[in-house]
């Protein structure tokens, strides 16, 4: 195992946490190849306006963003005479075409990683957003005032009526 690596994972003595262990290894993996790590945002953020179900699919996307290799595979030809000099031509053929649609799929994992870098920041962006919490705030402290202007108003007219009487 890389001592790198090994150095990469932090362990306090206490219980292992999988999730944790991984993070860090993907953290160091992604520096090693000079990656950007994508950072999920977490259904634990303080406004949770996203059900679970947006949270799992976020994570699911940042996993797999960039995962678009088609690798070279071709099937055996199983010609007696002409096998052989079939199977180079199209093992030719093949080579090209997926050279071809690996850069196509290179061009999908950069639209990807932008797309996903986006979502992740508007995810974030409002879940950190507490307007819900401000708004909430507010309607408590205007129902205070009216409760506070209701009984001086009723304490006002009741005193006044005092004062004619």
Known sequence: ???????AVKYDGGPVDIEVVMEQIRDYLAKKHGETRVRPPTETSASRIFGHEIYDELFQANQVYDKTYVAPYLTPAKLPVLGGFWQRVRSQFHGLVVFYVNRAAETQARFNTSVVHVLNGIVSGIDADQTSERVERLEKRVAELEKQLKALSSGQISAG?????
């Open 1 to 7: 195992m890389d001592s790198e690596l090994l150095e």
């Open 161 to 165: 009526k005092q004062e004619n009487a």
